[in-house]
Each structure stands twice: as structure tokens, then as C-alpha cells.
């Protein structure tokens, strides 16, 4: 069964503490992991997406990485604007026809000043 | 941009009642999806579809059903609405059947009373 895990659950940072979000996942054969971010009360916004291992993506203070197992989402001197949740998920190839995504819960990340 | 829009971002209804709640989307997606998000459980799907008048059952599809009339719009109808369908509820769409990158609206938070 394709599972999503997200570590920590929560996350406090003072502004410019550098961190990084983990995501393991076991799938059969990736086709697509996805970052997304959730501000309190509104819908994901989409970030990146990452579809082989060793493939890295930036924008902004954010950078995401993907290994065979895992992949991390790297925050640079966050800021408190970057404070909401981060949600990873993944899609495999046995949903992959329905293009169904497989999420994991989410860490809540606070940036104070 | 992609545009997914919903009816309502907060909606008051009563036990027993029937209730809509309407997605739209304005980029020629094949795909939407229909989720509940609950703290602790994360994003659950509720049902999905990948055509007009095509429908799929997700992992929590008892108490809902979903009409797709036409391509840009998806309908969750909660038949006889009860306490614990109190919830967010998040439409999201993608834009063809093996393009994963699903794109969410700002979602709806129903209450039951």
C-alpha cells in the first residue's frame, strides 16, 4: 500500500534558523512526489514537483529534494511569512492512470521573530 | 493561473439536510477530485473523476455522492447531512489523465448542526 510520512509534526523556528522538512514514502514505482503548502483555513497551493531521484528544485527560501526513499524540503533563513503547514504526497504508478495523490499529514512549521 | 473555485468557504446547515457543494474549475481539467481534511486524519478522498459523467469512489465515499454534468464542474451532494460530515472540504482538479499535479480551491468549511 502507497503511504506518505511526514516528519516532525510540528516545527518551531526563530527567523533565519535554517531547517528541513522531512518525506519518506513507500510507493510502487514513483511517478511524482509533491510538495504543497497550507495556510489556516485555505486550500494547498502547489510548490514543486519532483519525478526522479536526485532531482532538486528551488524557489524562494525553499528547496526540495528527492531520494529513492524520502525527500526533504530545505528552508533558508525562514521568515514568518513562512509560517503554515507543508504537506508531501506522492503518486504511483497502480493509481497512476486516475492520477490519484497519496498524502501524508502535513508539518506545521512556526517562524517566530 | 489555474482557477478552482467552490460555492461556499463556510456554509451552516441542519441534520438531515440535503447539501451541495459545487466546484469549478476554468482551465480545461480532465480531472477533479472531491476531499475532506479533519485535524489528525489529514486529506481524505472522497470521490474522484477523470470525465464527464464518469465517477470514482475515493477511500471515504459513504454519506456523499458526486454528479460531473459537464467538464468544469463537480458537485459533492451530502444526501442527509450529519454531525461527524462536519468538516473542510476541498476541491481539487488536474489536467490529464497521467499529469499529476493536482491544483486545490480554497476550500469549504461546513458545519453540521
Known amino acids: 500500500e502507497d503511504q506518505v510520512t511526514q516528519s516532525p509534526e510540528a516545527l518551531r523556528l526563530q527567523e533565519g534558523e535554517s531547517s528541513s522538512l522531512n518525506c519518506s514514502y513507500t510507493v510502487s514505482g514513483l511517478r511524482g512526489l509533491f510538495w504543497y503548502r497550507q495556510d489556516p483555513g485555505k486550500g494547498p497551493e502547489f510548490l514543486f514537483t519532483?519525478?526522479?531521484a536526485g532531482e532538486e528544485k528551488e524557489k524562494e527560501r525553499l528547496k526540495a529534494t528527492l531520494t529513492k526513499k524520502e525527500s526533504f524540503l530545505h528552508i533558508t533563513a525562514p521568515k514568518p511569512e513562512d509560517s503554515a503547514t507543508y504537506l508531501c504526497?506522492?503518486?504511483?504508478?497502480?493509481?497512476?492512470?486516475?492520477?490519484?495523490?497519496?498524502f501524508g499529514r502535513g508539518t506545521q512549521l512556526t517562524v517566530w521573530p | 493561473d489555474v482557477k478552482v473555485t467552490q460555492s461556499s468557504r463556510y456554509l451552516v446547515k441542519r441534520t438531515g439536510e440535503k447539501v451541495f457543494l459545487e466546484c469549478v474549475q476554468d482551465?480545461?481539467?480532465?480531472?477533479m477530485f472531491w476531499y475532506r481534511q479533519d485535524p489528525g486524519l489529514g486529506l481524505r478522498l472522497i470521490y474522484f473523476?477523470?470525465?464527464?459523467?464518469?465517477?470514482e469512489k475515493g477511500d471515504i465515499p459513504e454519506g456523499y455522492s458526486v454528479s460531473r454534468e459537464k467538464k468544469e464542474r463537480f458537485s459533492l451532494i451530502l444526501e442527509s447531512a450529519s454531525t461527524n460530515q462536519t468538516s473542510m472540504y476541498l476541491c481539487a482538479s488536474s489536467f490529464r489523465i497521467g499529469a499529476d499535479t493536482q491544483y486545490f480551491g480554497p476550500g469549504t468549511r461546513l458545519t453540521v448542526l
Open positions: 482551465m480545461d481539467h480532465e480531472n
Open positions: 473523476s477523470y470525465d464527464v459523467k464518469m465517477k
Open positions: 519532483l519525478y526522479s
Open positions: 504526497a506522492v503518486s504511483g504508478r497502480r493509481g497512476s492512470t486516475l492520477g490519484r495523490l497519496y
